[in-house]
Antibody, heavy 118, light 108 residues
Framework: EVQLVESGGGLVQPGGSLRLSCAAS????????LHWVRQAPGKGLEWVSV???????YYADSVKGRFTISRDNSKNTVFLQMNSLRAEDTAVYYC????????????WGQGTLVTVSS | EIVMTQSPATLSVSPGERATLSCRAS??????LAWYQQKPGQAPRLLIY???IRATGIPARFSGSASGTEFTLTISILQSEDSAVYYC??????????FGGGTKVEIK
């Protein structure tokens, strides 16, 4: 059974950092395309970043230079390092899988809440 | 940047009736469009991709269609469990992709 389990969310002050994890089971992250998608409270969905099976990485303009996506194949886990956090980064962060480079997402994790506030 | 506009914001439909949700793209996205269903407190679930292809396990009452930059999700016979927010997503210039603002389907 395919599962994605996010962790690492919490309350952080503006300018702070946080590292999110997405542990996968039922498939191999290194042969799939793993994305992060966020949803601000009561708002819609916003794509954040992707790491391809071949290792290519892409970011939304809103997080470029502040967020870093990576993966650990031995742990079958994808990470999102978030630096220089802003209030507008407050959201539930979902990890989502695409089976090809075409980014529609067939499996999602349950999400982890990140709150940026002083 | 491609902007996706969904309408209406809220749709109230009686069980057994048809629900028609619209999504308009600000420029051509071809058939590169997906629909998701999100229930309160849950992650989104993929319903449709390629504008009209049902994802695995999705009931046949959900269907998608396209005409130019206008896309439609139809729920042919609405059931109580279909109460949710529905989002469209374009992925024409992947990996970049963007979502519409959502349509909330309420059961009368």
């Amino acid at each position: 059974e395919v599962q994605l389990v996010e962790s690492g969310g919490g309350l952080v002050q503006p300018g702070g950092s946080l590292r999110l994890s997405c542990a996968a089971s039922g498939f191999t992250v290194s042969t799939n395309y793993l994305h992060w998608v966020r949803q601000a409270p009561g708002k819609g969905l916003e794509w954040v970043s992707v790491i391809y099976s071949g290792g290519s990485i892409y970011y939304a303009d809103s997080v470029k230079g502040r967020f870093t996506i990576s993966r650990d194949n031995s742990k079958n886990t994808v990470f999102l390092q978030m630096n220089s956090l802003r209030a507008e980064d407050t959201a539930v962060y979902y990890c989502a899988r695409a089976m090809t480079a075409v980014p529609y997402f067939d499996f999602w994790g349950q999400g982890t809440l990140v709150t940026v506030s002083s | 940047e491609i902007v996706m506009t969904q309408s209406p914001a809220t749709l109230s439909v009686s069980p057994g009736e048809r629900a028609t949700l619209s999504c308009r793209a600000s420029q051509s996205v071809g058939g590169n469009l997906a629909w998701y269903q999100q229930k309160p407190g849950q992650a989104p679930r993929l319903l449709i991709y390629g504008a009209s292809i049902r994802a695995t396990g999705i009931p046949a009452r959900f269907s998608g269609s396209a005409s130019g930059t206008e896309f439609t999700l139809t729920i042919s016979i609405l059931q109580s469990e279909d109460s949710a927010v529905y989002y469209c997503q374009q992925y024409n210039n992947w990996p970049r992709n963007s979502f519409g603002g959502g349509t909330k389907v309420e059961i009368k």
